[in-house]
């Protein structure tokens, strides 16, 4: 049971709704909204092996995450094409490690880390510098030796945020960038949707809006500079129960198909970007 709000440790709480036996409340001080009673760590990591099953010949088709490799790789070489200088990388939640490859093909030495023991052993197998663990207990690494550390659909699975951000900050070099990527629940998409938005889920123990994320970023000493929305063509998708069909006909086109599916996808997510449509957040932010 979640005592306090992590971001401002307040104890007054109000419920929105409730994901089966989880309740989802918010903040009466800070507004963030979070899991009152989310699952246990072990419970959490149980989940994430499925997630991220893998077979004997790499990625099996149960796994919804590897299935999607092809649009994977294809948003990390966008993604990694608006980093520009950066010699040394940190993914947390970096799940089989597509980021890490798109980052080591452009020069960057990157490294991963990642709850799921399935899916490290995936990333390593592909030559990936993974760790499985989780980043508060994690010993070894360097004070500010990273140029960017990035949360893509990561943050709102840990238990402390707060904690977490700030250990990034130290990890950071000075005027070092953070990018988080998350679900907005104060995205029209959400609001929409309400108790039936796709990304209320329950390994996920936080949902954050533009406004608390900024506020926790700010509360670790970080200065945000530059939002971005994303996420349309994935909430339409999965609001319709389409994703797994999608998926499967995906993996099934040619190499040329794939490429304009993800291209398509990609200019669709832009466009609607700019428009405010889409129901998940990027955060840039400098230490």
């Known amino acids: 049971m979640t005592e306090n709000c992590n971001t401002c440790e307040s104890k007054e709480r109000s419920e929105l709704f409730k994901i089966g036996e989880h309740r989802i409340v918010k903040c009466g001080e800070c507004n963030l909204v979070y899991i009152e009673n989310p699952m246990t760590p072990q419970q959490a990591k149980n989940h994430y092996e499925v997630e991220y099953y893998t077979g004997e010949n790499g990625v099996a088709s149960t796994s919804c995450y ?12 966008r993604r990694i094409a608006g980093i520009s200088g950066a010699k040394s990388l940190l993914d947390v939640g970096c799940g089989m490690g597509f980021f890490i490859k798109a980052a080591n093909e452009r020069g960057i030495n990157a490294k991963g880390i990642d709850l799921s023991q399935n899916a490290v052993d995936y990333g390593r197998s592909q030559g990936l510098d993974l760790t499985q663990g989780d980043l508060l207990n994690m010993n070894g690494l ?11 659909a990561s943050l709102e699975h840990l238990y402390k ?11 950071l070099a000075p005027n070092g960038i953070i990018i988080v990527e998350t679900g907005d629940v104060d995205s029209y998409l959400s609001r929409l949707t309400k108790n039936k938005w796709r990304l209320l889920q329950p390994d996920h123990n ?13 509360r670790v000493g970080f200065d945000v500079f530059k939002t971005e929305n994303d996420g349309f063509v994935e ?14 006909q ?17 200019i669709i997510n832009t466009s609607a970007g700019k428009l405010q449509l889409g129901d998940v957040m990027i955060k840039h932010a400098r230490k």
Request: net charge positive; glycine share 6%; proline share 1%.
């Open 142 to 152: 360097e004070s500010q030796s990273f140029d960017v550390i990035t949360f893509w």
């Open 161 to 171: 945020p707060r904690e977490t951000l700030k250990k990034a900050y130290e990890l």
């Open 250 to 266: 995906f993996s099934k086109g040619s190499s040329i198909s794939k490429r304009k599916s993800s291209s398509l996808k990609e």
């Open 235 to 248: 909430s339409i998708v999965t609001q319709f129960g389409l994703r797994n069909f999608v998926l499967n």
């Open 206 to 218: 936080f949902y954050f809006s533009s406004k608390t994320l900024d506020d926790v970023l700010g």
């Open 66 to 77: 590897g299935s999607g490799e092809d649009f994977r790789i294809k948003e990390a070489n």
